[in-house]
């Protein structure tokens, strides 16, 4: 995405912040906007305009904040500034005004956008900023662009001591400059054994992750550097740093060092990888740095994921949000007055298997307070806001799935093949396909069944499909865009019989 930040901002930018200025921004949802058709009904989408990242993913107080890049003046990425929502249940949300925005100077032409980063709660003011022990602080990219001089992006604060609903920018930004045209995306936690904040962030084009501590938020130290491993086909972003539970090791944790980057299926594409090992304090160190790539999602449309903040202890529950769109096709996507949205946040731990540690993710529980009636005739599952859970007889023939979002002509697969022993998602035959040449695509990835089984876990959200395989070690996200308004479900096998045991629920909405 690197050629985005060519695009010339100066003089037009200064025009255009007069006018947008003038302009209300329009963030409280409005129900008539949510049935487009292509809508999700259950993901998170904000009701206009354009949006990327998940940013300041944070816990407080009963709500889960979700700020994200958001253009607040147009349908494609530009003007890159915090939107806000927050929700109780990880499902329901209530859109919230604008968090963090900045206007160019009316006089250099110089502008600054606010680009990814992380909300920590600063309970004991370590900052000096706050006023009561609810106050949270944003750490993000100021992608700075002056006239004549280019670009730079360093590190900034802003403080809100009102939950989130109002901020103020620190007097003294930016908190971390290296000089340096790419370097971005931090995320800060708190680490508890030496009581002090760690921000993870990249530098991009050499595939580097580097670690900082501080006392304050303010005083940033260089500790150590990750990289030269894994997928470096792609520039890196958006890193996270974080402990994860180990499913079949009881008590035992280990460290996820995630970010974003390449595709399983190469840099046409970008996608998410992720490192499992141990941080000290001072530096993170993978379990095995020969192995291949391991990545988090398999579908074309999961990026930029990070983890909540501030969850608490007796919750323990580590959740993640990416967003689901890909670059190579971003500001393509056929949807209005909206472009962009959120996938269903996932719980994560690790899965000791004998190649190493996998990554386990599996959609937050709550969603399960969505079904209706349990659709129990095999034949007349219907609809396009879905959950399917779905077993497959794997080897009694060539291949065996579901085809979902089925109308006359339209249909998208997930099947599984038993003689590659693959997985796969085909969205080539799935509606409007043709606003991108690589979009009508098939996503593949080998799975093993269990006894002979392989699980599915399938959320349909309009134009979202979500895949949780044998509960969830290994997972798909796509868009697909059906141009109709009717569909229906159903399984096939093919050179062989094999049964395909469906259970299916058509979901609410959230946003009626
Ligand atoms: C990732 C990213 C980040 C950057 C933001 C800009 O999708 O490119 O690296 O901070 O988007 O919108």
């Given at each position: 995405?690197?050629?985005?930040?060519?695009?010339?901002?100066?003089?037009?930018?200064?025009?255009?912040?007069?006018?947008?200025?003038?302009?209300?921004?329009?963030t409280i949802a409005d129900s008539?906007v949510y049935?487009?058709?292509?809508r999700p009904q259950f993901h998170f989408s904000p009701p206009?305009?354009?949006i990327?990242?998940p940013?300041?993913l944070?816990y407080?107080?009963g709500e889960y904040h979700l700020f994200y890049?958001y253009?607040?003046?147009?349908?494609?990425?530009?003007?890159?500034?915090?939107g806000h929502a927050v929700t109780k249940d990880l499902l329901h949300w209530e859109h919230l005004p604008?968090a963090?925005?900045?206007?160019?100077?009316?006089?250099?032409?110089?502008?600054?956008?606010?680009?990814?980063?992380?909300?920590?709660?600063?309970?004991?003011?370590?900052?000096?900023?706050?006023?009561?022990?609810?106050?949270?602080?944003?750490?993000?990219?100021?992608?700075?662009?002056?006239?004549?001089?280019?670009?730079?992006?360093?590190?900034?604060?802003?403080?809100?001591?009102?939950?989130g609903?109002?901020?103020?920018?620190?007097?003294?930004?930016?908190?971390?400059?290296?000089?340096?045209?790419?370097?971005?995306?931090?995320?800060?936690?708190?680490?508890?054994?030496?009581?002090?904040?760690?921000?993870?962030?990249?530098?991009?084009?050499?595939?580097?992750?580097?670690?900082?501590?501080?006392?304050?938020?303010?005083?940033?130290?260089?500790?150590?550097?990750?990289?030269?491993?894994?997928?470096?086909?792609?520039?890196?972003?958006?890193?996270?740093?974080?402990?994860?539970?180990?499913?079949?090791?009881?008590?035992?944790?280990?460290?996820?060092?995630?970010?974003?980057?390449?595709?399983?299926?190469?840099?046409?594409?970008?996608?998410?990888?992720?490192?499992?090992?141990?941080?000290?304090?001072?530096?993170?160190?993978?379990?095995?740095?020969?192995?291949?790539?391991?990545?988090?999602?398999?579908?074309?449309?999961?990026?930029?994921?990070?983890?909540?903040?501030?969850?608490?202890?007796?919750?323990?529950?580590?959740?993640?949000i990416?967003?689901?769109?890909?670059?190579?096709?971003?500001?393509?996507?056929?949807?209005?007055?909206w472009?962009g949205a959120m996938a269903l946040p996932?719980?994560?731990?690790?899965?000791?298997?004998?190649?190493?540690?996998?990554?386990?993710?599996?959609?937050v529980?709550s969603i399960?307070?969505l079904?209706?009636?349990?659709?129990?005739?095999?034949?007349?599952?219907?609809?396009?806001?879905?959950?399917?859970?779905?077993?497959?007889?794997?080897?009694?023939?060539?291949?065996?799935?579901?085809?979902?979002?089925?109308?006359?002509?339209?249909?998208?697969?997930?099947?599984?093949?038993?003689?590659?022993?693959?997985?796969?998602?085909?969205?080539?035959?799935?509606?409007?396909?043709?606003?991108?040449?690589?979009?009508?695509?098939?996503?593949?990835?080998?799975?093993?069944?269990?006894?002979?089984?392989?699980?599915?876990?399938?959320?349909?959200d309009?134009?979202?499909?979500?895949?949780?395989?044998?509960?969830?070690?290994?997972?798909?996200?796509?868009?697909?865009?059906?141009?109709?308004?009717?569909?229906?479900?159903?399984?096939?096998?093919?050179?062989?019989?094999?049964?395909?045991?469906?259970?299916?629920?058509?979901?609410n909405s959230v946003w009626r």
């Amino acid at each position: 995405m690197q050629f985005r930040f060519t695009i010339p901002f100066g003089l037009i930018a200064l025009l255009f912040a007069c006018a947008a200025k003038e302009k209300k921004q329009d963030t409280i949802a409005d129900s008539s906007v949510y049935t487009e058709i292509h809508r999700p009904q259950f993901h998170f989408s904000p009701p206009t305009n354009w949006i990327n990242d998940p940013n300041g993913l944070v816990y407080l107080d009963g709500e889960y904040h979700l700020f994200y890049q958001y253009n607040p003046y147009g349908t494609t990425w530009g003007h890159m500034s915090w939107g806000h929502a927050v929700t109780k249940d990880l499902l329901h949300w209530e859109h919230l005004p604008v968090a963090i925005t900045e206007y160019p100077d009316a006089l250099t032409g110089d502008s600054t956008m606010i680009f990814s980063g992380t909300a920590v709660i600063d309970k004991n003011n370590t900052s000096g900023l706050c006023e009561s022990k609810d106050c949270m602080v944003a750490i993000y990219t100021s992608h700075v662009h002056a006239m004549g001089e280019g670009k730079v992006q360093h590190q900034s604060l802003a403080y809100s001591n009102d939950r989130g609903r109002t901020w103020k920018r620190y007097g003294k930004n930016p908190v971390l400059d290296s000089k340096r045209k790419d370097f971005r995306d931090p995320k800060v936690f708190w680490y508890e054994p030496e009581q002090k904040w760690v921000m993870a962030l990249v530098i991009p084009d050499l595939y580097k992750v580097q670690l900082y501590q501080s006392k304050n938020l303010i005083e940033w130290k260089l500790m150590s550097e990750f990289g030269d491993m894994g997928d470096t086909l792609r520039i890196w972003e958006c890193p996270d740093l974080y402990q994860l539970p180990v499913d079949n090791e009881s008590g035992k944790k280990k460290w996820v060092l995630s970010l974003s980057g390449s595709h399983p299926q190469g840099p046409t594409f970008v996608g998410m990888q992720y490192f499992v090992g141990e941080f000290d304090g001072t530096r993170f160190i993978a379990d095995d740095t020969k192995q291949p790539p391991r990545y988090v999602d398999h579908g074309k449309d999961f990026y930029a994921g990070i983890v909540y903040n501030n969850i608490p202890e007796e919750d323990g529950r580590t959740i993640m949000i990416g967003w689901v769109n890909n670059w190579t096709y971003g500001n393509l996507l056929p949807t209005a007055p909206w472009r962009g949205a959120m996938a269903l946040p996932r719980v994560l731990s690790l899965r000791k298997q004998e190649e190493g540690y996998r990554l386990i993710q599996k959609p937050v529980s709550s969603i399960s307070s969505l079904r209706r009636t349990e659709i129990t005739d095999k034949n007349k599952i219907s609809g396009k806001a879905l959950e399917l859970e779905i077993e497959i007889q794997a080897a009694a023939s060539k291949e065996a799935g579901v085809k979902v979002l089925k109308t006359g002509t339209e249909e998208t697969i997930i099947g599984y093949n038993s003689e590659t022993r693959e997985l796969f998602l085909d969205r080539t035959h799935s509606g409007e396909t043709g606003f991108n040449k690589d979009f009508g695509s098939i996503e593949r990835a080998t799975v093993y069944p269990i006894n002979g089984i392989i699980k599915l876990h399938i959320f349909i959200d309009h134009s979202i499909v979500e895949v949780f395989v044998n509960d969830g070690e290994l997972t798909f996200c796509e868009s697909v865009f059906t141009t109709q308004k009717n569909a229906t479900v159903e399984t096939y096998s093919k050179e062989g019989t094999s049964e395909v045991r469906i259970k299916a629920w058509e979901l609410n909405s959230v946003w009626r």
